[in-house]
């Protein structure tokens, strides 16, 4: 049945109502794919449940390594690993005056001032980092669920009224045969009151495909064929973008990181210092017996800009970056915001008027209902009656629907987790 509705939804118009005279008109349904609600479930349950579904996940896990490696790093006994030095020297190829020479060391490098701090400042810049792309990308699947979630709250919306509009036009289709087969109404009332009816049927199989579209693009979001029963919002009392924000918290993290990745490179823009320990056993030239020595080198690298220059370059490139987007969040942020509250205050606005509306259709409504079943009116007029009654209903429910929605958007847009 989907891929029939498929069809439908493509076809030219005649081709559409060739099809559907072809079949019985009862309410189209595609029930191969089906949400079921859920009381348990709420809307925080979701968006969790979505986090943990998220591909990014296996990048935090591997950003936990890095983070468990920087700890590693800096609180290690020496700034880099030692080496051991094996060596021995003749003069079998030379003089050959039966000079032997064997030397063992070990080269161990030396902590260098505020090192230690530097390197503990970055682990623990690298770990905050972590935690707040863990929170940013919660709010960020947080949005992407609200939005699902509200899209198919709007659908269903049109479904149901899609359903009472045809199950309207069938009353209205079996009351018009009655009366022309008691020769009240001609026959054009009623091929006019059955083309009302497969139009009906024609909305109703094209709002249900959306649904079940929407309903799919939710189960792949979240991995859930579950929704919860309610998941309306509490508008938040936060009138301002502050940085408690995850998407800043974030970026001041990063900022955070590059800042300690720039002061820990001017500590280390020269290699760090060796302390070289060795025993020597030798034997000098025409000598029979062996000398043997113990002795201590100490090695100092020099800096160099060959060495420093890019390193700091490279530093101050990613502070710079950090800071753009941080700037570059913060007016998305701010855009964003506004523009939720001004949709806010637009659809309560809006409702007021398209209150009235709605009332005013539905008592014409009954109206026309009443003067076409007398005969004062004819079927055109009581048509035109409910297609401005059902406008007007479709009008209200869409705008409630749209006020949950964006009160969504502005919890949304403020940073608060459901």
Request: proline share 3%; with cysteine.
């Amino acid at each position: 049945m989907l891929f029939f509705g498929c069809i439908i939804m493509r076809a030219p118009h005649s081709l559409v109502l060739t099809l559907l005279l072809l079949l019985p008109i009862t309410s189209p349904a595609d029930e191969s794919f089906k949400l079921e609600r859920n009381q348990k479930l709420s809307l925080s349950d979701v968006v969790s449940q979505a986090v943990a579904h998220h591909p990014k996940q296996r990048v935090f896990k591997a950003s936990s390594g890095v983070v468990e490696a920087r700890n590693l790093q800096a609180s290690g006994l020496l700034p880099a690993a030692p080496a051991v030095i094996f060596g021995h020297q003749n003069d079998v190829v030379g003089s050959n005056r039966n000079l032997n020479q064997w030397e063992v060391g070990l080269e161990l490098p030396v902590w260098m001032p505020d090192q230690r701090a530097a390197r503990e400042t970055m682990a623990r810049g690298v770990k905050n980092e972590l935690e707040s792309s863990r929170n940013s990308l919660a709010l960020d699947v947080a949005g992407q669920v609200r939005d699902a979630l509200w899209s198919i709250g709007m659908l269903d919306g049109d479904v149901a009224l899609a359903e009472s509009q045809y199950q309207t036009a069938q009353a209205l289709q079996g009351d018009v045969e009655k009366r022309w087969q008691a020769g009240e109404l001609a026959k054009t009332d009623v091929m006019m009151a059955k083309n009302i009816t497969l139009g009906a049927s024609t909305i109703l199989l094209r709002v249900k495909a959306e649904l079940q579209h929407a309903e799919h693009r939710y189960w792949m979001l979240t991995g859930l064929k579950e929704l919860p029963q309610s998941f309306a919002e509490t508008l938040n009392a936060k009138e301002n973008i502050d940085d408690t924000h995850p998407w800043l918290v974030e970026a001041n993290s990063k900022t955070e990181v590059a800042n300690g990745q720039r002061d820990l490179v001017r500590i280390e823009r020269r290699e760090n210092p060796q302390v070289l320990i060795n025993a020597r056993r030798e034997r000098g030239a025409f000598d029979q017996l062996y000398n043997d020595s113990v002795g201590v080198s100490i090695r100092v690298p020099l800096d160099a800009q060959v060495r420093s220059a890019p390193m700091l370059a490279s530093a101050e490139m990613e502070i710079a970056q950090a800071m753009s987007e941080r700037e570059r969040r913060r007016l998305l942020l701010v855009s964003a915001f506004h523009e939720a509250k001004h949709n806010l205050e637009t659809i309560s606005a809006q409702l007021i008027l398209v209150e009235q509306q709605h009332k005013l259709s539905q008592d014409g409504l009954q109206l026309a209902r009443k003067s076409f079943s007398l005969g004062e009116s004819d079927l055109v007029s009581l048509l035109r009656s409910q297609s401005v009654a059902y406008e007007a209903e479709r009008a209200l429910t869409s705008l409630r629907t749209q006020q949950q929605w964006n009160i969504a958007r502005y919890n949304q847009a403020i940073g608060v987790l459901p």
